[in-house]
């Protein structure tokens, strides 16, 4: 459980962090969103004790953070901005490191390690310099070095930054299959990840919580959410189907010819939309109704904040 | 206490991953060996005693020390391995602590490596080696002091080279206020008392009884206070500039 009450952070004058309060209860994965400088990386960074607040609480399994600091980064696996770590070092050496300090010795400092390393698939790289090693690489020795201590609550600064498809696709797995009673906070600025690994959103801009509910939600504040987009096998006569009951608006693209129908809020009009196309034989080649799209209500939420 | 030493095995095995810790030892060693045999005049002496080679310590100490303390935390800020480092659960002071003996592990296997020099006056002559072992000690004493400086202009700048001159500079301040060019500059017109307050900050004036082996508790108490005063400072720098 996690509670963060009144945050600011400032630095030299710039407000980094501008009033912030949630909870983050057991089994949560969040994704925080936002744009470069919106002060996501900071709000980690004070949540994971590195830096401290100017004001504000942050209590973390009922302990405060001012007092219990060591207590409480026990509990955390932390995989900062760019996954840092000593380069000198081959990610077993690293690795060891990392589970000698959380406390571990002998036989179960060896199975821990060995479990995080087939995790995350380092065992081709495990005896070759980190600084060697690809970007890949390097940010999987980082993730294996949050998770070493199977903590209660990880915090993850872009795990996916640099990744390729293959890749990201394993760091979502990864996430989406720990334990359900974790506490999970990832920052990214892929919005498909959090639709895909994440049950809750929190969107933050200039140090300012502007959205904080399910990524399903976030996708219904979409003016394309229900939208029917269709294509016609050549031109054909549309108008009529602005007039169909409960469109609100049409809108064509020039370029791909494609139609996409607005809903009025709360209508469901795929089926009056195919029952006309039916009627009227117009040439419909695809259809499908959309899902919301991400990137609109993003720049949507944060832009109307520079406004 | 066992993180203080996990900690220092991270950062002493470290100075030996890269080529740091051979390329210092290669250069102390070689560079002490100059001053002994052409500088200070080893053979010409004809005593049977290693203070040619103690006497120019200091002066050696002011280039190289600051040379391997430069990276400590510079480049742990620098890389950002400092947000790893502490989230983990160990304090600062730790941290601090780990990597200072580590780099005077290093200082103090350099210093034993010149053992050539102790069997070469001992095939040669008969000294009392009870004095070399203390002047050993103190040499290692007093490169702590000038460690610990070092480490705390590691602390206050990401810039390893920024930190290398700084350093420099504060440790020079502390060779010469003991130094001939300093203290006449004074003599004349300042009490005795200015003098010897000058004096006794410098760390000639307090290594020069321990190059002649003795031991005094004043001298090795004056470098170990130097010590922490400055590990402590760099201990506060750190804490408040670890995120710039």
Redesign the interface.
């Known amino acids: 459980m996690i509670s963060v009450k009144n945050l600011f952070k400032s630095f030299n004058g710039f407000q980094a962090v501008n009033d912030l309060s949630f909870d983050i209860k057991p089994g949560e994965v969040v994704g925080f969103l936002g744009p470069n400088g919106a002060g996501k990386s900071t709000t980690m960074?004070m949540l994971?004790?590195?830096?401290l607040p100017t004001s504000g609480e942050i209590n973390i399994s009922d302990l405060s953070l001012k007092q219990s600091a060591?207590?409480i980064?026990?509990k955390?696996g932390?995989l900062?901005?760019?996954a840092?770590?000593?380069?000198?070092?081959t990610p077993f050496?690293f690795l060891s490191?990392?589970a000698?300090?959380?406390?571990y010795k002998g036989t179960e400092k060896a199975q821990k390690i060995d479990k995080v390393v087939k995790q995350v698939e380092l065992h081709e790289v495990l005896d070759k310099?980190i600084d060697n090693l690809s970007k890949g690489f390097k940010r999987r020795v980082g993730l294996a070095?949050a998770l070493i201590h199977d903590p209660d609550i990880l915090i993850l600064d872009e795990p996916t930054d640099g990744l390729d498809p293959n890749q990201k696709h394993q760091v979502r797995e990864l996430i989406k299959n720990l334990s359900k009673d974790k506490i999970v906070i990832i920052s990214t600025h892929i919005l498909e990840e959090v639709t895909a690994v994440c049950n809750r959103v929190m969107i933050i801009s200039k140090g300012k919580l502007l959205f904080d509910d399910t990524p399903n939600t976030l996708n219904r504040q979409s003016k394309y959410y229900g939208a029917v987009t269709l294509h016609f096998s050549y031109r054909a006569d549309s108008s009529e189907l602005a007039e169909l009951e409960g469109v609100a608006e049409i809108e064509e693209d020039l370029q791909t010819g494609r139609l996409t129908l607005f809903p009025e809020p709360g209508a469901d009009i795929l089926h009056l939309v195919t029952a006309h196309a039916q009627r009227c034989k117009l040439p419909v080649d695809s259809l499908y109704v959309e899902q919301g799209r991400l990137d609109q209500v993003f720049r949507q939420i944060t832009q109307e904040d520079n406004m | 206490m066992s993180n203080i030493s996990i900690l220092f095995r991270r950062e002493f095995s470290s100075f030996f991953a890269t080529p740091v810790a051979y390329v210092f030892i290669g250069i102390f060693l070689v560079l002490s060996g100059v001053f002994t045999f052409f500088v200070g005049g080893f053979f010409e002496r004809g005593q049977a005693d290693l203070l040619p080679f103690f006497n120019f310590h200091p002066w050696l100490y002011l280039f190289l020390v600051p040379a391997i303390a430069m990276r400590s935390w510079s480049e742990e800020r620098k890389s950002g391995t400092i947000e790893l480092l502490m989230t983990l659960p160990i304090s600062t002071w730790q941290a601090m602590l780990a990597k200072h003996l580590a780099a005077w592990a290093v200082l103090g296997l350099s210093l034993l490596l010149t053992f050539p020099l102790w069997l070469t006056v001992n095939y040669l002559g008969d000294p009392d080696n009870g004095i070399i072992v203390a002047a050993y000690i103190g040499s290692w004493f007093m490169a702590g002091a000038f460690l610990s400086v070092g480490i705390c202009m590691s602390a206050l700048t990401k810039n390893q080279v920024i930190a290398f001159i700084l350093s420099i500079v504060v440790c020079f301040v502390f060779v010469v206020s003991g130094s001939n060019i300093v203290l006449d500059a004074f003599k004349g017109w300042a009490p005795n008392e200015v003098i010897d307050l000058v004096a006794s900050f410098s760390f000639l004036t307090h290594f020069e009884a321990m190059a002649k082996g003795v031991i005094a508790m004043n001298d090795v108490m004056y470098f170990l206070i130097v010590t922490i005063c400055w590990l402590f400072a760099g201990l506060v720098l750190i804490e408040q500039k670890k995120a710039d």
């Open positions: 960074k994971t004790g590195f830096l060591l207590a980064k026990q955390i932390y900062p901005e760019g840092p770590a000593y380069g000198d070092m050496q490191f990392i000698k300090v959380r406390g310099p070095q």
